[in-house]
């Protein structure tokens, strides 16, 4: 089955407001990524965390590896962010494995 | 950050004809990946590669895929022969240790 469940597949929220984004791991994890995908299709690392907490700008990310979810907040939203947001978690074998994905839409 | 490209940025091939994708990893890094994307869904992975190997692979590695990297230049994605369902963007990544860089996706269509 899947390994890496990501919600919600898609969210809306208007500017200046903020979320969360969450995975769960049915298997333990060494460590997760978090990318954004833009409207080109590229993908731009966020975060990668091998444990605990990192934050840049008005992005936070937490990766617990004992309870086997890492989430992304966003705060502030702005309509740049809009995207598409993906987790990837690494199982200890080089592979990772990425989430079904967030639709993210930033209102004005 | 550190960049990792990729060549052709869009690709469009007919059914049973050969591709190469190229992807130019990071100078230093020494793990390299594929994935692949059909279009609205999600990344899925396809193979890694290191020290001149492939060190796994995925069920959607198929038999008409091969990577390799000779003497260090691009990391390379043949297909050979192609087929209508191998059409997607194929993203390249490399990786020193954990983080993986990811490159900014080759599409492929196959007609």
């Known amino acids: 089955g899947d390994q890496v469940e990501q919600s919600p597949s898609a969210l809306s929220l208007h500017e200046g407001t903020g979320s969360a984004l969450r995975c769960n791991f049915t298997t333990t994890m060494r460590a997760v990524q978090w990318f954004q995908q833009n409207s080109r299709g590229s993908l731009i690392n966020l975060f990668y965390l091998a444990s605990g907490t990192k934050e840049n700008g008005r992005l936070k990310s937490t990766f617990n590896s004992k309870e086997s979810y890492s989430t992304l907040h966003i705060r502030d939203a702005q309509l740049e962010d809009s995207g598409t947001y993906f987790c990837?978690?690494?199982?200890?074998?080089?592979?990772?494995?990425f989430g079904a994905g967030t639709k993210l839409t930033i209102k004005p | 950050g550190p960049k990792v490209l990729q060549i052709p940025s869009h690709q469009i091939i007919d059914m049973g004809q050969m591709v190469t994708l190229n992807c130019d990893p990071v100078s230093n890094h020494l793990y390299f990946y594929w994935y692949k994307q059909i279009l609205g869904q999600q990344m899925e992975f396809l193979v890694n590669?290191?020290?001149?190997?492939?060190?796994?692979k995925s069920k959607l590695f198929k038999d008409q895929f091969s990577v390799e990297r000779p003497d260090g230049s691009y990391f390379t994605l043949k297909i050979q022969p192609t087929a209508l369902e191998d059409s997607a963007v194929y993203f390249c990544?490399?990786?020193?240790?954990?983080?993986?860089?990811f490159g900014p996706g080759t599409r492929l269509t196959v007609l």
């Open positions: 990544a490399s990786s020193l240790l954990d983080e993986q860089y």
């Open positions: 590669f290191y020290n001149g190997k492939v060190m796994e």
């Open positions: 990837a978690a690494e199982a200890g074998n080089e592979k990772i494995t």
